[in-house]
């Protein structure tokens, strides 16, 4: 019975959305920095606030009647405060900033954590709640403040991901009002694609196991002990008077692990999706094992590089892919 | 809907902080009805609050339904037990105080805390039933701050500050809402009748009542608060002049006078004196409204008795202002009839033999004139050897001849019954009037304030000729209870004299509590409708009030409206002057877009004002230099730079 209900509700709700745009007031994207103002802040009473409204019209009807006018005095002075506690819930909006919004990475099928970026302006900010993709976070910021609030976003595949409508909302400062405001940032966040789960390695282009023997670097790698058959020269000789036995440096390197180059025209018998997801996953383990890989895709060709950065530029790509 | 109810039910749980201003706000609570409440209820319920609030600090949790279910039993049979009944308002708030106390038991949640404020706030309501002084209305506003700093605490994500402090908020915006609620409290329409019945309040202090005996006064002549405030159109009376007659009792049974309605019309008066004047009586839960010595008419709500006494329409019980005209040189009742001869002259059998035949000794020596008599009375009281005391001794069944030949002291309840039998006795027709006596003259308010200690009782004799006089035989043995007050008599007394200035400053703070109780609680239906009357407008009816109420309330939105609307400038100078300069060119249509830099901007807006370009690339070029060349500016180029910015007038390029 509860899950017809609320479906009910969620699809009038989208539906009133849709139909009478003016009257729910979700606003088109827009770029950030949003500025929160009065045009855009709506204020209603809570639960509590109409329960609370009940108990003054009670205790107005009480006081009438025993014409007691000390209790009327306290209704009014009652009634009045929460009608100025209207004005601060209000306030506790008017003019707070979100600055900006930085996405994290992330793979499809994975949350992506938002770090909304908001500035106090001038007044002090308490009980702020963000609700978004129905999580629901408070916060507080002093005067001048600044605060990075993360939050993170359900993704199901990749490519660019409008974010969703954020609301900002308090009912600052006794919970008899609720003032709210839509924010709905122009802005995209871009998912990964996510890597299968298991497959091939990737083709090399020449697997030649000479590649793999030691070579001596030109560069100095480290110092180690002593062993038997060391060359005299490659004795540090200062840095083993230092020490109590014999340091040798060591210019021998392994070679770097060789790279893989990734092609999106190896794999002529998968689809596009099954393509990017074995991409993605070979990406990834080049990424673990440290080795260099480039990446060749219809639109756009990376050349060698290795690291978080290389890793990010070529997932990225990936998930730009149409 | 389903999914938010769903998850108020396993909300968190309320923090520490919050639940203890909860308690606080039940303890003020406590506190304002502790004064109504019996000892042990008080006592019992603050021990409650205390162990609870022990309890969650030490372990979080719920009382069990095995021990909250008995408590709520056992309250409610205490307060049916001590009560009566329970309904009611002394009952009532009772059981409403335990009922909030015992909510604390079970509150665990912010829904819970909600719940219990709400129910604080009706219960402060509550509290200014039975007191509605200025004090107690004063310290019952202050009794909201808790309960609002509650709500304040069961907000997430609030900014950590010491408890204290927690208050304050509470504080500045009941401040702040106070010309709003003067506002309301004066223009909310009063109702002419109670929608439903009010219950009578059994707190109605007691004051004087329809029958007297000697002894009963001893309560009232030592309780000191305000029995009613008299202001006179004219002249002040003298002291003694100022007798406030309320009950005159006819019937005496040996023991008790008592009145004795005879439904008859009032009694004829020829007035060559009057005063009017204006009382505003303290609730006393009696019908008959105190009048300076005889009235000429009763006031609307009231009718005249046959005695002339004022009978009200209904037993007083909230605070009540009526106006009067009385003589105060008058001849009362010239004749009179039989049947009122008869009745006062009429005396039990068997009693106070030695007393009557005093009397029919009088009679024999001084014949016919009753005059005589009353002054041998008089003389018996001022030259026998009595005393005026608070604490007689106890009197037998023959009252008036132990008094008169045994104990010799007594106060004025005293000397009037024994007056009055003798008077009778002697064949002259006499009656106990009780009522109040003199009163404290405030200066600075113009007005008379009569104590419940003022009472007094005195008697009437009627002479051929005079009709009804006034005799006050307790005048002949302690003329400063007349010429000084009651309080006067009872400092002298019991060696209170040192702190007769605490009495007189007392009486001269009255002054407030009478404008708070004329101008606050006594502002009723009919003083609302006069409220316009400085205007021209003589009926404020309903709907008018209805329309100023609500055209103060736009006003008020409007004054609220523009304070949550202004925003404080920035206080970065540099940063004002460059908005300042944004809006300026925004109106002449070059607006900066969020994208671009002041360089960029500014060099946007020189192109596209090619006559002004001189002048914005040294505007450009300054800010630059105040921004980026300096940690912090001096001041100087700040203010020029402001000022060059103010002198700045876009020109439109005409083209």
Redesign the interface.
């Known amino acids: 019975m509860a899950m017809p209900l609320a479906e009910t509700i969620r699809r009038l709700q989208h539906r009133a959305e849709r139909r009478l745009p003016a009257l729910t007031r979700y606003r088109r994207p827009e770029s950030l920095p949003i500025e929160l103002h009065r045009r855009r802040i709506y204020i209603v009473p809570t639960g509590l606030g109409l329960a609370f409204g009940v108990l003054l019209l009670v205790m107005l009807a009480g006081a009438l009647n025993y014409a007691n006018n000390a209790a009327l005095l306290l209704t009014c002075l009652l009634g009045a405060a929460c009608a100025a506690s209207m004005l601060v819930a209000f306030r506790s909006l008017d003019g707070l900033r979100l600055a900006a919004i930085q996405a994290d990475h992330a793979i499809a099928g994975q949350p992506l954590v938002l770090h909304l970026h908001f500035d106090a302006g001038v007044r002090v900010r308490q009980a702020i709640r963000v609700h978004m993709d129905g999580q629901t976070q408070a916060f507080a910021i002093p005067s001048r403040g600044q605060l990075v609030l993360p939050l993170s976003m359900a993704t199901t595949r990749r490519g660019w991901q409008a974010l969703p409508r954020i609301q900002l909302w308090s009912s600052w400062p006794l919970g008899l009002f609720r003032a709210w405001s839509w924010l709905y940032p122009e802005q995209s966040a871009l998912v990964w694609p996510c890597p299968e789960t298991g497959g091939p390695p990737p083709q090399l282009a020449a697997d030649d196991p000479l590649h793999h023997r030691l070579h001596h670097g030109e560069d100095l790698a480290a110092l180690r002990d002593y062993r038997a058959g060391d060359p005299q020269r490659r004795i540090a000789w200062k840095a083993s008077a230092r020490h109590d036995s014999l340091l040798v440096k060591d210019f021998e390197q392994p070679e770097p692990r060789q790279e893989w180059r990734l092609d999106w025209r190896q794999m002529p018998s998968l689809n596009h999706e099954a393509r990017i997801a074995r991409l993605a996953r070979w990406l990834g383990e080049a990424e673990a094992q440290g080795r260099p890989s480039s990446l060749w895709l219809p639109e756009e060709d990376i050349g060698h590089g290795s690291g978080p950065a290389h890793y990010a530029r070529c997932m990225s790509a990936l998930a730009r892919l149409p | 809907?389903?999914?938010l109810r769903r998850t108020s039910r396993n909300e968190a749980p309320l923090d520490g902080r919050a639940f203890d201003l909860l308690c606080i706000t039940t303890a003020v609570v406590l506190g304002l009805h502790a004064s109504h409440l019996p000892l042990w209820l008080s006592a019992a319920l603050a021990a409650v609050l205390g162990l609870r609030w022990w309890q969650r600090r030490r372990q979080p949790g719920r009382a069990p339904i095995y021990l909250k279910l008995p408590l709520v039993a056992l309250l409610a049979a205490t307060v049916i037990f001590h009560y009566g009944n329970i309904f009611g308002r002394e009952p009532g708030s009772a059981l409403a105080v335990g009922l909030l106390v015992l909510k604390l038991l079970e509150t665990e949640t912010p829904r819970d805390a909600?719940v219990a404020v709400?129910f604080a706030?009706?219960t402060?309501?509550a509290a200014?039933?039975s007191d509605?002084g200025m004090v107690?209305?004063f310290i019952?506003?202050l009794g909201?701050v808790p309960a609002?700093a509650t709500?304040?605490a069961?907000?997430?994500?609030?900014?950590a500050t010491s408890l204290p402090r927690e208050l304050l908020?509470g504080l500045s915006?009941?401040a702040?809402?106070?010309?709003?609620?003067?506002l309301?409290?004066v223009l909310?329409p009063?109702?002419d009748s109670?929608?439903?019945g009010?219950p009578p309040s059994a707190q109605a202090r007691t004051g004087l009542s329809d029958r007297m005996s000697p002894g009963d006064f001893v309560d009232l002549l030592t309780d000191d608060h305000p029995a009613m405030r008299v202001s006179f159109d004219q002249t002040l009376p003298a002291p003694d002049q100022r007798y406030f007659r309320a009950y005159v009792m006819t019937h005496y049974d040996g023991r008790r006078w008592t009145t004795m309605p005879t439904g008859q019309p009032p009694a004829p008066l020829e007035a060559t004196e009057s005063q009017s004047y204006r009382i505003t009586l303290e609730p006393n839960g009696q019908q008959v409204l105190p009048a300076l010595d005889v009235p000429l008419e009763a006031p609307p709500q009231a009718r005249l008795g046959a005695n002339r006494e004022v009978i009200g329409g209904k037993p007083v019980q909230?605070p009540l202002t009526y106006s009067l005209r009385s003589a105060l040189h008058y001849r009362f009742q010239p004749a009179l009839d039989d049947a009122t001869r008869r009745r006062s002259l009429l005396l039990p059998a068997g009693f106070n033999p030695r007393s009557l035949a005093l009397a029919a000794q009088w009679r024999e020596r001084y014949g016919d004139r009753d005059d005589a008599i009353v002054q041998a009375a008089l003389s018996l009281f001022h030259d026998g050897g009595f005393n005026y005391t608070l604490a007689p001794a106890p009197l037998g069944r023959d009252a008036v001849d132990d008094f008169l030949f045994a104990t010799h002291e007594g106060f004025c309840e005293h000397y009037s019954s024994a007056f009055t039998v003798l008077m009778r006795a002697a064949g002259v027709p006499a009656r106990v009037v009780t009522g109040y006596q003199g009163g404290y003259w405030n200066k600075l308010g113009q007005y008379l304030l009569v104590r419940q200690s003022d009472a007094h009782a005195w008697s009437e004799v009627w002479l051929a000729g005079r009709g009804w006089v006034r005799v006050d035989p307790t005048a002949a043995v302690r003329p400063e209870r007349v010429s000084l007050g009651a309080a006067a008599v009872a400092a002298s007394q019991s060696g209170w004299q040192g702190l007769n200035w605490l009495q007189d400053l007392r009486n001269r703070w009255d002054v407030v509590n009478r404008w708070w109780s004329e101008g606050?609680?006594?502002?009723?239906a009919l003083r609302q409708r006069g409220l316009l009357t400085p205007f021209g407008v003589r009926d404020t009816d309903t709907t008018t009030l209805s329309v100023l109420l609500t055209i103060g309330s736009v006003l008020f939105a409007a004054l609220?409206?523009a304070?949550?609307?202004w925003?404080?400038h920035?206080?970065d100078p540099m940063r004002a002057a460059m908005q300042t300069l944004e809006r300026k060119l925004a109106r002449a249509g070059i607006a900066r877009r969020?994208s671009e830099g002041p360089q960029h901007y500014l060099l946007r807006a020189a192109r596209a004002l090619p006559a002004q370009r001189a002048e914005l690339d040294l505007l450009m070029r300054s800010y630059l230099d105040l921004r980026y060349a300096y940690a912090v500016p001096p001041p100087e180029s700040v203010r020029g730079f402001t000022q060059a910015v103010r002198d700045f007038r876009p020109r439109h390029v005409v083209k």
Not at chain 2, 176 to 182: E, F, K, N, T
Request: charged share 15%.
């Open positions: 809907m389903i999914r909600k709400g706030c009706f402060l309501m200014l039933l509605q107690a209305t019952v506003g909201l609002l709500l304040r069961l907000q997430p994500a609030r900014v908020p915006l009941l702040a809402a106070v010309p709003l609620s003067l309301g409290f909310v009063r109702l109670p929608l439903w009010a909230d606050v609680i006594g502002f009723d609220g409206l304070w949550a609307l925003r404080r920035d206080a969020s």
